[in-house]
């Protein structure tokens, strides 16, 4: 659940060849002047044991699970390149091709509207052992070979407060077992509070925090990890 944007340090320049030399620039001066003299962004890093049983609530829709497919594009992102879910959908494109180079072992699911056949949500499953620059400019862990990660949860508008990210994320969690993890995680800003919600909805607990800093146009970042206080509280949970 990052990578949202490409403008949360991920080292996305460079690593696309298939990308024009001229957009690649121009993507990367936008992408420096939307960072800012300084930026701080806090994400709760939260995590759920695949075999312990959870009492999910259903969506309100029936869905089921598949893989990706490049048809679910169109259906997933109607609008044009820059319209709703550019990011996401660009987050997409990129993630195909650093999985074609072997540079992520990242697994894409869509989740199926079964009243109409429609894909209504995209999420990813990554496995231990990708890119260490993949990992470095998004700040994530290292995962163990018995953990996946969980990314890039993606409802529509139209199917969102549907419960369908929280239905997913359970069966994604299903689907990460199947590939041999004992335990998922996930990293979500601290003020999206519709997937915090959510996660939580779907058996995951906070264990740690992570503030990611850039100063001068993302030129310098840090990222630190910190064991979840004893104390704390969501935001929306706050007095
Ligand atoms: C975040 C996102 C995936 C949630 O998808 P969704 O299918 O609408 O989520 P759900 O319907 O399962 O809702 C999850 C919870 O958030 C709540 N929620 C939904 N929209 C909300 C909103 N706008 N404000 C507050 N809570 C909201 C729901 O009520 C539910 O909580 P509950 O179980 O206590 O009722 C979707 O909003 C989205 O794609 N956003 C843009 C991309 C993004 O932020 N991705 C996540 C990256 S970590």
Redesign the pocket.
Known sequence: ??F?DGGDGTPREGLDPAEGRIARFVRKVRWRLREGIYAGRVSVGLRRDVHAPVAV?S??IPLSLRSFEPEDLAWLFPDDDTGS?AD?RADIAWRLRMVERGALFSHCFVAIDETSGRP??V?WITEAGYDAAIRRGGALPVLGPDQAML???????Q???????????AMMAKRAADVGARTVI????ED??????????AGFRPYMIRVRRQYAFGLVRTARFDPLPADYAFP?QRP
């Open positions: 659940m990052t949202r609530p969506a309100r879910g996401e209504c949500h999420q990314e890039n949860a993606y409802t529509p508008p199917y969102r407060g549907m419960g369908v990210m929280t239905a997913v994320t996930a990293f979500v800003d999206n509070v519709s997937s915090l919600k959510g996660a939580c909805r929306h």
